[in-house]
């Protein structure tokens, strides 16, 4: 036969079209976009259903070093596993470089936990931690070569921060090598100073975790952050903005025609600090930096989507137990916010809230919600066109969504190796009722049909220069 599968009946749509439209696939491959195709080995019927490419989650964690005593949840199996469950194809978790480790010792480690595991594709993100010239000056080049195009440098957080100095040195290196620069913007000294007042009074419990890095922190390091790129010229992107005055800082930025790119993730949009504020050690789980803020700040995040301020929408999926004595109530947490495991799990929530939060309440339409969850980071992280859209020659990864389908938010729906998720109780319309990965069903009606080990890592192309019109 000409073809291997053929998904007829449904509406595709891309970033920039939406229209009716049959999909063959062959080899892996989408072969031909059209009506009457032919016949092919498998027929999928997509009457009434959206075809739509696979969500690219650019923003994950998994198997990560967390601090002694802690252990994440989610090792590749099971958060490749969930990123399916959710219509994720591609994820792109972080390679931590550990004090005094070498990023290519780094990558050693994860390639070999991620080896044989993985239900969905894989590429990585290396986190510098310990700038050295060695690092700088020829580890990071060569893998920038070897197709590990983006980096990503810590404004806060113990062993991970860098000064201003080696942000810049560390910039310096992005620029020349074509590699994107990823910022995790809160300003270190002043949390820790609130940390240290907070404590000396008493206040230990969860909810002070959001007292701790209030809006200025994130702010001020959001303006730094676009200063010191300004300084260097290169490309940034700010994750995980939770406000408007971290967004408004960059859309000025984006005003004066510097290449800065932001990101926003569902727990800005539909959790607020609220949640942190509950008995015992239950706002434990809604422990993540930066923080839920208040309803005008989800509205704020809103329209950074809405103006296209924010390029993507990612799910900061950073995974611990929350029963557990290595997850959530690890006993040092119990003393104080500060030793509480800090994350918390969203790779299989975050597309089921954008597109109900978002499409079907008429804040975004459907092709900004296929930019936002999958074209602009595969154009952003070098793996467009053979990922992020629907066109012949990419790979044939793609969701079928039921845009009418009503669920109810559970963690029995998720798959991840939590026992938890922040969205329980959530109603939400719209779920991806299939998951295909390069022409291969992994998860269809709610059930795993994918072996672990079919997801590959992916080289990636340096980033074309990236623009603010993203």
Same mark, same amino acid.
């Given at each position: 036969?000409?073809?291997?599968?053929?998904?007829?009946?449904?509406?595709?749509?891309?970033?920039?079209?939406?229209?009716?439209a049959?999909?063959?696939?062959?080899?892996?491959?989408?072969?031909?976009?059209?009506? /009457?195709?032919?016949? #092919?080995?498998?027929?999928?019927?997509?009457?009434?259903?959206?075809?739509?490419?696979?969500?690219?989650?650019?923003? =994950?964690?998994?198997?990560?070093?967390?601090? $002694?005593?802690?252990?994440?949840?989610?090792?590749?199996?099971?958060?490749?596993?969930?990123?399916?469950?959710?219509?994720?194809?591609t994820?792109?978790?972080?390679?931590?470089?550990?004090?005094?480790?070498?990023?290519?010792?780094?990558?050693?480690?994860?390639? #070999?936990?991620? $080896?044989?595991?993985?239900?969905?594709?894989?590429? @990585?993100?290396?986190?510098?931690?310990?700038?050295?010239?060695?690092?700088?000056g020829?580890?990071?080049?060569?893998?920038?070569?070897?197709?590990y195009?983006?980096?990503?440098? @810590?404004?806060? &957080?113990?062993?991970?921060?860098?000064?201003?100095?080696?942000?810049?040195?560390?910039?310096?290196?992005a620029?020349?090598?074509?590699?994107?620069?990823?910022?995790?913007?809160?300003?270190? /000294?002043?949390?820790?100073?609130?940390?240290?007042?907070?404590?000396?009074?008493?206040?230990?419990?969860?909810? @002070?975790?959001?007292?701790?890095?209030?809006?200025?922190?994130?702010?001020?390091?959001?303006?730094?952050?676009?200063?010191?790129?300004?300084?260097i010229?290169?490309?940034?992107?700010?994750?995980?903005?939770?406000?408007?005055?971290?967004?408004? $800082?960059?859309?000025?930025?984006?005003?004066?025609?510097?290449?800065?790119?932001?990101?926003?993730?569902?727990? &800005?949009? =539909?959790?607020t600090?609220?949640?942190?504020?509950?008995?015992?050690?239950?706002?434990?789980?809604?422990?993540?930096?930066?923080p839920?803020?208040?309803?005008?700040?989800?509205?704020?995040? %809103?329209?950074?989507?809405?103006?296209?301020?924010?390029?993507?929408?990612?799910?900061?999926?950073?995974?611990?137990?929350?029963?557990?004595?290595?997850?959530?109530?690890?006993?040092?947490?119990?003393?104080?916010?500060? %030793?509480?495991?800090?994350?918390?799990?969203?790779?299989?929530?975050?597309?089921?809230?954008? @597109?109900?939060?978002?499409?079907v309440?008429?804040?975004?339409?459907?092709?900004?919600?296929?930019?936002?969850?999958?074209?602009?980071?595969?154009?952003?992280?070098?793996?467009?066109?053979?990922?992020?859209?629907?066109?012949?020659?990419?790979?044939?990864?793609?969701?079928? %969504? /039921?845009?009418?389908?009503?669920?109810?938010?559970?963690?029995?729906?998720?798959? /991840?190796?939590?026992?938890?998720?922040?969205?329980?109780?959530? $109603?939400?319309?719209? %779920?991806?009722?299939?998951?295909?990965?390069?022409?291969?069903?992994?998860v269809?009606?709610?059930?795993?049909?994918?072996?672990?080990?079919?997801?590959?890592?992916?080289?990636? #192309?340096?980033?074309?220069?990236?623009?603010?019109? &993203?």
């Amino acid at each position: 036969m000409l073809f291997d599968t053929i998904i007829r009946g449904g509406t595709v749509a891309t970033a920039a079209d939406t229209f009716k439209a049959d999909v063959a696939i062959r080899d892996g491959k989408i072969a031909a976009l059209g009506h /009457d195709l032919g016949e #092919a080995g498998t027929i999928i019927d997509a009457t009434d259903r959206l075809v739509l490419p696979g969500g690219i989650d650019s923003h =994950v964690h998994f198997a990560q070093p967390s601090g $002694e005593g802690i252990v994440m949840a989610d090792g590749f199996a099971t958060g490749t596993r969930s990123a399916a469950f959710g219509g994720n194809t591609t994820v792109l978790p972080f390679c931590l470089q550990e004090k005094g480790q070498t990023l290519r010792e780094a990558l050693k480690r994860y390639h #070999a936990l991620a $080896e044989g595991e993985c239900h969905v594709d894989v590429a @990585f993100h290396l986190i510098v931690t310990d700038p050295t010239e060695h690092v700088l000056g020829q580890e990071l080049p060569a893998l920038v070569e070897d197709g590990y195009t983006s980096l990503k440098v @810590f404004m806060t &957080y113990e062993g991970l921060a860098l000064s201003d100095r080696e942000l810049l040195e560390t910039m310096a290196v992005a620029r020349e090598t074509g590699a994107m620069l990823m910022v995790h913007a809160e300003n270190f /000294d002043a949390i820790r100073f609130l940390t240290d007042r907070l404590e000396r009074a008493g206040n230990t419990a969860p909810r @002070f975790h959001a007292t701790s890095r209030p809006i200025p922190v994130e702010r001020e390091a959001t303006h730094r952050a676009i200063s010191l790129s300004e300084l260097i010229d290169v490309p940034i992107m700010i994750v995980h903005v939770s406000n408007r005055e971290a967004m408004d $800082e960059i859309r000025r930025a984006q005003q004066r025609g510097l290449r800065v790119m932001g990101e926003t993730c569902p727990q &800005y949009l =539909v959790l607020t600090e609220k949640d942190l504020d509950q008995l015992n050690m239950e706002g434990a789980k809604y422990v993540c930096s930066p923080p839920p803020r208040d309803v005008a700040s989800q509205t704020a995040c %809103w329209e950074g989507l809405q103006q296209k301020v924010f390029s993507v929408f990612s799910s900061d999926h950073c995974p611990f137990r929350y029963d557990d004595p290595q997850g959530k109530l690890v006993a040092r947490g119990r003393t104080s916010f500060r %030793w509480v495991p800090n994350g918390i799990p969203g790779v299989a929530a975050r597309l089921p809230i954008l @597109f109900s939060e978002g499409v079907v309440k008429g804040r975004i339409d459907l092709n900004s919600f296929v930019a936002f969850s999958a074209t602009n980071h595969a154009k952003i992280y070098g793996l467009y066109p053979r990922k992020g859209t629907i066109a012949v020659g990419s790979d044939a990864d793609i969701a079928l %969504w /039921d845009p009418k389908r009503r669920v109810t938010i559970r963690h029995e729906l998720i798959h /991840d190796g939590s026992d938890y998720t922040p969205y329980e109780g959530m $109603e939400v319309t719209g %779920w991806p009722v299939l998951t295909m990965v390069r022409g291969r069903v992994v998860v269809e009606d709610g059930v795993l049909k994918g072996a672990k080990g079919y997801g590959t890592y992916l080289p990636r #192309a340096k980033p074309p220069a990236v623009s603010a019109a &993203y």
